[in-house]
Structure formats: C-alpha cells, structure tokens
C-alpha cells in the first residue's frame, strides 16, 4: 500500500473554506471510479498550508497511473487555477 499526502496553499484572495469545500467535491467520489484509490479524503488544515489531502492507494503503479487518470484531470480542472503552492509526499506501508 502506498499512502499519499498533499498540503496546499490557495492563492491570495481565495475563499478558502469554500475552495475547501470545491476540491473535496470533486476528488473524494473518485474513489471507486479509479482503479487502486482506496481511501481519499480533503481537510482544511489550521495551522501552515491551507489544506490536506491524505490518500492511499494499492501500490506505486496505481499512483501513478491516479495521476494522469482522464477523471482526476478533470476533477483538477475545478481548482487547480486556485492553488499558489503545493508539497507532497508518498510512502509505502
């Protein structure tokens, strides 16, 4: 298993809760619609970046094949104009 976390900054002037609110919208029901996303979920972080998203996946392959998936870049077309900055990191388990 491969667990992936993402922590995020919004752009100046962004309505954060509500682009909280947005992401979560469209990424979280991806699970079960994309091979390997096991777990996905979205929360507004209260101390440095603005957000998290934690996710688990069955392995490195299916990652990776999350990434360039057509329904996770469509998702991202939703937000991903919104976003000033971003860090990540995966693991296996």
Do not use: C, Q, W
């Not at 991806?30 to 091979?35: E, F, Q, T």
């Amino acid at each position: 298993m491969v667990k992936h976390i993402v922590l995020y900054t919004f752009k100046e002037g962004v309505d954060k809760d509500e682009a909280v609110k947005t992401v979560a919208a469209v990424l979280e029901p991806l699970v079960g619609k994309i091979p390997g996303l096991l777990h996905l979920e979205i929360r507004r972080a209260f101390s440095g970046m603005d957000y998290a998203l934690y996710s688990e996946f069955e392995s490195r392959e299916a990652l990776s094949n999350y990434a360039s998936h057509p329904l996770h870049l469509e998702a991202k077309t939703h937000f991903f104009h919104l976003l000033d900055s971003r860090v990540a990191a995966d693991y296996d388990l």
